[in-house]
């Protein structure tokens, strides 16, 4: 008997060692990619190339948003008494700048990212050890060390499925992974594209499990950026068989790749908001407004739709019904079932439809899609669908022959762009309210999708699907 504790003991004393040496290992793994390993363009690859070595100080380049650029002090007129006012104004905003570098490097970064927090990690150590063990023993999962154009050491897991793609070819794509703010590709949302049948790469924020760094704005797009430059020029991937999927958070990564990489296939948005400003004020102080918006704005500048609207392909979003997480409904109650009116995916649609078809989503088309975006149930969402008599084939037929008469009429240097004819479109000019409200119903159905589910629970494998095409 006391061989047998010892046996057991000696067992779990063996775990206690490989999840404490679960980040030292990866400290001396050897590099697998850096941001600067790309090779020269060809037709089988991406066209964008690395950074130079000056440009890689500072990172890769964001976007950034209205609000940012109309917060930003206007240029100072010429003259000594013009630049003195200069110098007070900046000397006067010193204490509030310092105020919100202060918050947005303590309890700002513990609450916009709580899986970099050295004590979740350590919590979730036997946790990440045994998905890592799972995604390599059962899915033959590759795990790899890339460098980022910050110097960021960032933790990759790559399950192909090439070999295998199945009869839907799915694993001929590659879905890459963008977590949520405690997410880890160990037991993150991969887990529904890997299930469905589909290559995988998962990574992990910079700060999070083994994965070096801080997870600010700056250094997640670093991060991303070499992901997809790993994707495209050593796992050998065409660009348009390249899926981002971004879950809660992970938005604004998943939009700035393919915002940056627009030849990429697809988007996936799962459970993500538009911007992250109405997110934070609900949950802090209202005294502290002023400094919120400030710290958000120019520290945590996570400007999802602006992104989203700068990517000309397919895109789906992922709207969670029971979602209390991105919604800004009142904090104080708990959440109804179907309510889903304070959803921040709400603007996200409305903001990408408002771009990409102007013409449909004027008055009438803005009003019919808000009413059905207040839609607390499938039932619901089919009644006002068949309400308004949406003929599918007619709104096909329509897109269709307006995409051709613009081939028809594009002039001969005009080049399309990856996905074809360029947002946004003119369609929908001329044509009557009720069609009007038809065609924007039909938009809104087939970029939107309702899942029944909480914020954080794992979405099943069936719900995730590739965006429409038309």
């Known amino acids: 008997m006391c ?5 057991k003991a000696l067992v779990q004393v063996f775990k206690i060692y490989l999840t404490a040496n679960y980040t030292d290992n990866f400290r001396s793994w050897p590099v697998d990619f850096r941001w600067d390993d790309v090779r020269a363009p060809s037709a089988g690859g991406s066209g964008h190339r690395a950074l130079t070595c000056t440009a890689a100080v500072a990172g890769v380049w964001l976007l950034q948003d209205a609000a940012l650029r109309a917060d930003a002090p206007a240029r100072p007129l010429r003259g000594s008494r013009s630049q003195m006012q200069c110098l007070l104004q900046q000397i006067r905003e010193l204490p509030s700048q310092l105020a919100s570098y202060v918050l947005a490097h303590s309890l700002g970064r513990w609450l916009v990212y ?9 919590a979730l150590l036997p946790l990440l050890q045994q998905g890592q063990e799972r995604l390599v023993e059962r899915y033959h999962g590759r795990r790899a060390k890339l460098v980022a154009s910050d110097g960021n050491e960032i933790d990759t897991m790559f399950m192909d499925r090439r070999q295998r793609p199945g009869g839907q070819g799915r694993g001929l794509h590659l879905v890459i992974c963008c ?11 991969l887990s529904a594209p890997l299930e469905a049948g589909y290559s995988v790469l998962g990574w992990n924020h910079p700060g999070f499990g083994a994965s070096t760094g801080e997870p600010f704005p700056q250094h997640d797009a670093n991060a991303i950026d070499v992901v997809v430059k790993y994707a495209l020029h050593r796992l050998h991937f065409p660009p348009a068989q390249v899926v981002i999927y971004g879950w809660s958070i992970g938005g604004f990564t998943a939009t700035w790749a393919t915002m940056t990489y627009p030849e990429l ?3 996936v948005l799962d459970a993500t908001f538009d911007d992250l400003v109405p997110l934070a004020l609900k949950v802090m102080p209202q005294s502290w407004k002023g400094l919120v918006v400030r ?3 120019e520290h945590f500048n996570l400007n999802v739709a602006e992104q989203l609207c700068s990517y000309p392909g397919p895109v789906l979003l992922v709207r969670r019904t029971l979602d209390d ?3 800004t409904s009142d904090p104080l109650r708990p959440l109804a079932s179907g309510d889903v009116e304070g959803n921040r995916g709400n603007e996200l649609l409305l903001r990408l439809l408002q771009h990409r078809y102007p013409a449909v989503m004027a008055r009438e088309g803005l009003a019919v899609v808000a009413r059905w975006l207040r839609a607390s149930s499938l039932a619901q969402e089919a009644a006002l669908y068949a309400r308004y008599r949406v003929d599918d084939e007619w709104c096909l037929t329509l897109l269709r022959s307006y995409r051709a008469r613009c081939k028809d009429r594009q002039d001969a240097g005009q080049a399309w762009g990856p996905h074809g004819l360029p947002f946004p479109w003119l369609v929908g000019q001329g044509l009557s309210r009720r069609r009007r ?21 794992p979405l099943e494998p069936e719900d995730f699907q590739l965006p429409w095409r038309l």
């Open 179 to 189: 977590e949520g703010n405690a997410g880890f590709y160990e037991m993150g949302c």
């Open 295 to 297: 710290t958000v704005r």
């Open 3 to 7: 061989v047998v504790c010892f046996v």
């Open 265 to 267: 296939g697809a988007l």
């Open 114 to 122: 709580p899986g970099s927090m050295f004590l979740m990690t350590r």
């Open 325 to 327: 997480v991105v919604s």
């Open 437 to 457: 409200r038809q065609l924007a119903l039909f938009l809104a159905r087939k970029h939107l999708k309702n899942v029944e589910a909480t914020h954080c629970s």
